[in-house]
């Protein structure tokens, strides 16, 4: 009997552990191809410094000689005079774009987000700025103050609000379709302050008929406002970087991320428009549109500023959204995805990109088989000759992880500080990176199985405070959540369940796990605790 029961844990343990791994080791894809690309790019980079070195002393020989040559003639002129322009150039220089500003409930930041909207360094008749603005709070008034001053400025920005949020933002953006008079439809969420120049980046890409979306890189001005906010920069950076560049470079299916992105128009009406059936809309259309024949483009060397969660239970909400509208779409696209002309190592790409929130279930399913394991380890070492370094093998899933992170927290353009103060924040903040996400796996394993089972939820917003250094506080701000759920107190039991665990390693002397186990009890302990805290900030 006890063999049995040790060979069943060894059997659950080893299949999550093969199938985290195998997840693990295909993201070293990603990564080759992103390493690729930026050498590519790099070698571009050198020839065209060479080559302006070059130009720059041919125009100093020029004068030299006695030769009149403007700047104009050689260098090409960076900033185009509208009135020397036909209208047909001028209209295919800076085609019309809608900016949408889908949001809900946003009174900490909405102000900021429209005056930094009005800024955008493009011609002031050739976008327009829509507010949808489903707010049932002060944040629909704060918007009629906004929109009514710029508009006596001469900008062209509206508030349209529905009379029911029906489909949440996938629902507000197609209804704002309406109401859109643009050829392109940039979006942001409320906590995104893109730079002046954004539209001027953005836009030249569509020149290529292919190209139904411009996607751009999210950057973090709260990133140094606590651990949790830098534990989750070093996450979305690998996203921003090393998943994006590797698709993009290894032609497979990439995503829009909701946000500080742009769409040619003609390519959401193709892909069927915006759909609410999952929470993740923005997967949803991205696989759709794709499947039509257009291409994602994605812009590493193009930022946009937000603010990440500083609240651990905003975090948790924005990773449940995250996560069950994974599976959501999933469930639904999957089928899709393998009864289309794709090739097969598209295929397979797209169904691991599409399965990447169900990790967590086997995550959370090798965490818990680990405890009883520990004993029965023992059982089938003594029992059945099992050795235990077998388990080394699937140290190679661990070491893929940890070169993707290096790379996009170190060596890529996501990085915002010196490069020995990125070596020292990885090397110290990536265990505790590991750590946390363990801790959310049981909160994110109950979200992908209410994806799967096709359970609907309501789309929960995660609320933003205007957190931008250390000196802002959070307290008392009316969007905090205030009650903890029975998850919450399951997570707390988890960090006992392996603070036990680690107790019990230490007094037999078997630490096969116990390193494991204390990560365990640092991240459920971690998720717990600021749960509890946050609740009552």
Sequence with gaps: MMSALAFFFLGVYTLSLTYVTAYCLSQFNLLYYYKRFDWRRKKEEFKARFAAKAQAEAVAAAVVGGKTITSSQNLGVANADYSLMSTEEYDKTYPFVTIQLPLYNEKYVVERLIDNMVLMDYPRDRFEIHVLDDSTDETQELVKAKVAYHQAQGINIEQIRRKERKGYKAGALKDGMEFAKGEFMAIFDADFLPRPDFLKKTVPHFEDPTIGVVQTRWEHINEDY???????????????????????????????????????????????????????????????????????????????????????????????????????????????????????????????????????????????????????????????????????????????????????????????????????????????????????????????????RGKKSPFIRTPKFNITNGKDKFSNNKYLKKSLTWGTYMEGFMALYFGVAVLWSAYWGETIFIIYHVMMTIGFGTVYYYSWKHSRA
């Design 226 to 452: 606590s651990m949790i906010t830098r534990l989750q920069a070093l996450q979305l950076n690998v996203h921003f970087t090393v998943e994006q560049v590797g698709r993009m470079e290894g032609k497979h299916f990439l995503q829009f991320n909701g946000t500080a992105g742009l769409w040619r128009r003609k390519t959401i009406e193709d892909a069927g428009g915006w759909e609410a059936d999952t929470l993740t809309e923005d997967l949803d259309l991205s696989i759709r549109s794709q499947l039509k024949g257009y291409r994602i483009k994605f812009l590493e060397d193009v930022s946009v500023p937000s603010e990440l969660p500083a609240d651990m239970n905003a975090l948790k909400a924005q990773q449940f959204r995250w996560m069950k509208g994974g599976a959501e779409t999933a469930r639904k696209m999957l089928p899709v995805v393998w009864n289309s002309n794709m090739n097969i190592f598209q295929k397979l790409n797209s169904t691991l990109h599409l399965l990447a929130s169900t990790v967590f279930i086997f995550v959370f399913v090798m965490a818990t088989s680990s405890v009883p394991l520990l004993y029965l380890v023992n059982v089938l070492a003594k029992r059945h000759g099992f050795d235990k370094d077998f388990f080394t093998v699937f140290l190679l899933g661990m070491l893929s992880i940890t070169l993707m992170y290096y790379v996009a927290n170190v060596q890529s353009k996501a990085r915002q500080v010196p490069v020995v103060k990125a070596v020292f924040r990885f090397l110290t903040h990536f265990p505790l990176f590991l750590a946390m996400s363990m801790g959310l796996s049981l909160h994110n394993t109950f979200a992908v199985i209410e994806g799967w």
